[in-house]
């Protein structure tokens, strides 16, 4: 931590500042300049609090320099997470190809869905159960019955499924029901969801939130890891800028940000990133040339029929062919679907 | 709800996008332009589901006509709502004032800060008990011990009392204990949450998401109204941007743009919005000329020494003369503190 | 400027930092703490390419700590800079009010609006004669001709007049005719116009980039003032966010933000800012309340019928009211129109 | 054209607003909803001013539905640009690789990276003599010396040279010197100077602006081409948003999404948009995953001496293996360097 103090300051300041910071266990550097001295805290500074030391009267600013996400950052961990769900890695050199509806909506639609994206070479299986929707008035999902739904896919196909929690009243039946709990981008910083999810064990798909930095990302990540749970993967799926183009910016340079801060598994959402289906095969590619560890993607096979989010799903031919074409770029990077 | 065709789309298409609308009991009126087909939907059009009519491949765009919100907008409410806390008005002529500290950590503390702010004008007592911290490695409140705290206050001022709800396990809690309850930036579109506080009567204070647009927010107050509340009362609190001197940037506009919109009561916070304690006033006093129903502001009689958001708090005795200006520009507008 | 190294730098990667600097004529501070070393920079840094630096294997990033603007900045000037233009003072307590239409379109126009902004008030006439329009198939304004007919309109009331330059090879021109040289959003930072328009020694107005920083506007301001003109007027017109409701979001914060940074008057754009008519007049108030040396206000005799930016002018009577209010929040600042 | 009148307005107001448009030669579809009546205009209605009809007190709002720009419009124009410089291909299947220095600074560095670069599959040479900096205190480029370094890299090389252009007075020399004109993003709404560059048949680099959303990038390059030169290339450099860990945040999606809406190539520049030479490889990677007709890449022979720009740098070296990579991605897509 470096204390930046006004312009000007007398001796008598620096000290003032100083005995001010005399209970914790760190020692100080004063590096004095032709108009700004700067005070250097040398030591274990996370019980000190910057805002505290921000309202001193001869303090300009105070600058963190250490990062602080702990558990999820890189230099503690070099090596990369990899997650064991079912048997199926993720973060390996394997991609993760996690498909399926926005939303679960009968036995039927689920398990051709489930068979179909299976066929085209899909890991796990996604759908939407507890829908966060901007309106109360639309539908809000299945619900219980998603679940159950959702597990009869997984029967008849074994993939591992992949559904939103909403609400911490429901986390002993996703502990039991589901392979991969997702915290959608809405609840990113609902931080009473995140210590609950921390004490169990499942892997936790955390989506970023629409505004959030990297930086909080990571710390939504640390709230998960530091209840216990070392089993986060992040999902960049978009951030709010004023282009309208598109529901949402993917931000690509995210992912080898993340990959240089972080040993956790990223993957990528094309279809809530950008709204439109058009634009899926593009940014999917775009995703693994950049260094994802895989992709989620809508798929239905009737969009025009979806209760939720048709025009960003696409069908399941088309899914089949980005598959393929995912493969020959995953390939120049050595690795595989 | 107006369809926009595909350019030299034929008769047939015209008619395959009608047909597919067919279920529903609306009628159809079909402007051929030069280039563009255009299809206004004539009747009540909630039922239909925007995003599947966006798949059809003949339509290049929906748009909607109406607001999606109902019991917050104006339009079917054109009076102003006014809740009553205690005897207190929120919405009416009188100026709302709502100060304390952050986090409450003493029982002297905030009992001291309350019968501060209590005589230079403030009507109810903030204090966060549950704080919603980026780092879980932060002081996170002094939980149900801080609700506890706040009672004591509330005894000794008769001041109501308004602290944050971060998870819905604690609602029969507040329900018996706060007097307003307030849902977070970062908890806006906990749904989970907002369905929950929308089942007890109690007045919620709700924030705006830090990139939540002024629709998503009112959505969001819809999502407490519909559940059987009336009693929501919006607060600006500032949004995201690329700007870096201020923590947030107040969206002034959104006060006059909400009076529009909605019959809500709409108060602001200036120390949230700007992070820093030179702000406050002249935010404040913005807020008052925009034609804000109120203000929630930080005060600490230790700025330096609180334990959380530091640098956006004042003193009491800053804060007494904010009330006394803040009363000069109520009077211009026929309000009163 | 402080130089923070990469984690477990050894003392020659530290030597080699501080060699790589040996021809800058400054000394080097430097504080090992546990993990972390960091080089304070004593002395001259103007000099030095902070890029550079950072380029340097060892180098985890630099920090500025001194703000990168001088002829601007506060601290060098502590007085406000107060501007006269034909006896009429810009930053003094008086406030600047500036009205007109958006476009000069005919000489009865432009001196009807004259004659009624300056009855209710108004203190200088604005009127665009050269319209930076998004496409190139829109009304570009009356160019040559609109600056003929402000001089006219002057001529009557005894107005300066204020109008944006978009070309550098009209700067003798507007020179010689015009009062107040505006700089406009796109052009904040079209470093070719600024260098000319500090060769000069007339009040520019410098309007805020849609996306720019309060550093980089005063950056702006501080090429107009390198090159000698030491006249600029700042002048916020809200900022582009994800909002929808309103064209830009007014950012009120930049107000105190920049009298705390800045010697330089500021005023604020309420009808560019939001687009709106019916924001105008809480807009502008507020804008008084948060400290703002004067307003620039469209105003149109008949806004359906003017040619470009008809939704956001108000006719001459609606500004005459805003001028009575304003009026009331200017006397509590102990300010005038 | 669409005209969405506010509730419940009578038969009287919706014929005022239909005369009030009687002088243009169109026709009027009229749409009566429950709620909400609805206008349709059928005809030419380029010559309508939106906001005109906004201010009609009967109107609620305006919708566009065809799209401002019509040069660029690939629904008007089916078939990609391809644009020919010195008999190299800016559009086709080859990939269009711009490589060189931010800044040139000698004669021996811009020919030496010249040969570099050319080598490793560069088919054009950038390199910055006129520079736009935020600060006027920092080096601003050795200006016509550089363009004339240039010249010489390019007579060693035959490599094309591309350098942005900020000042109108300069026009001629670019026309004769240079092979592409770069438009800065700070001037992509300089419509002077767009102006100007439209009366050239060379061709134009046009970089989106900071914030600029994708359609006001589009109208910047209908300025050019409604001037009468059709050889526009745009090229993405990143956004402005509210992450920090990258200078810019690179809009990925903004490639497939122009190529849906124009016939105008599109480049990307890694090095601009995330101010970081670890990300040029997977940005530029995911460019050509994402369908861009080639990219520009920031290369130095020693980034550490650069005199602008150095961390986004990266060396020949590095530069040669990013060629070899890009190389096999162009192949899955059919194209080639």
Chains 1, 2, 3, 4 share one sequence.
Not at 301 to 330: E, R, W
Request: glycine share 8%; with cysteine; aromatic share 4%.
């Amino acid at each position: 931590m470096i204390i930046v103090l006004k312009p000007k300051v007398s001796d008598e300041g620096v000290e003032s500042v100083i005995s001010s910071l005399k209970q914790y266990n760190i020692s100080f550097d004063i590096s004095k300049g032709t108009d700004t001295t700067i005070i250097g805290l040398v030591g274990d500074t996370s019980a000190l609090n910057r805002e505290s030391v921000e309202t001193n009267p001869f303090v300009e600013r105070v600058m963190i320099v250490t990062e602080p996400f702990k558990k999820s950052n890189r230099k503690f961990h070099p090596q990369n997470t990899v997650i064991d769900v079912l048997g199926k890695k993720i973060g390996g050199t394997k991609l993760t190809i996690i498909a399926g509806p926005c939303s679960v909506e009968s036995e039927d639609q689920i398990c051709c869905i489930a068979e179909n994206v299976k066929q085209s070479g899909a890991t796990f299986l996604r759908g939407g159960a507890f829908k966060p929707r901007t309106s109360p008035y639309a539908f809000q999902g299945l619900e219980a019955e998603g679940i159950k739904l959702l597990i009869k896919a997984r029967e008849k196909t074994g993939l591992p499924i992949v559904t939103e929690i909403m609400s911490t009243r429901l986390i002993e039946n996703f502990e039991q029901d589901v392979d991969v709990i997702q915290i959608g981008a809405r609840n990113m910083q609902n931080f009473d969801l995140l210590k609950e999810v921390g004490k169990t064990k499942k892997p936790i798909l955390l989506k970023r939130g629409l505004s959030s930095t990297i930086e909080e990302w990571l710390m939504s990540a640390e709230y998960i890891m530091a209840g216990g749970n070392p089993n986060v993967i992040l999902c960049e799926r978009g951030i709010r800028t004023f282009e309208t183009q598109t529901r949402n910016t993917l931000d690509i340079s995210a992912i080898p940000v993340i990959k240089g801060l972080s040993h956790l598994p990223v993957i990528v959402d094309p279809s809530h990133a950008t709204g439109s289906s058009k634009l899926v095969e593009p940014l999917a590619k775009a995703a693994v040339a950049a260094g994802a560890d895989g992709v989620i993607i809508e798929v239905h096979n009737n969009p025009a029929c979806a209760l939720c989010d048709g025009p960003q799903s696409i069908t399941p031919a088309v899914f089949d062919d980005i598959m393929k074409k995912i493969a020959l770029y995953a390939k120049i990077e050595g690795r595989q679907i």
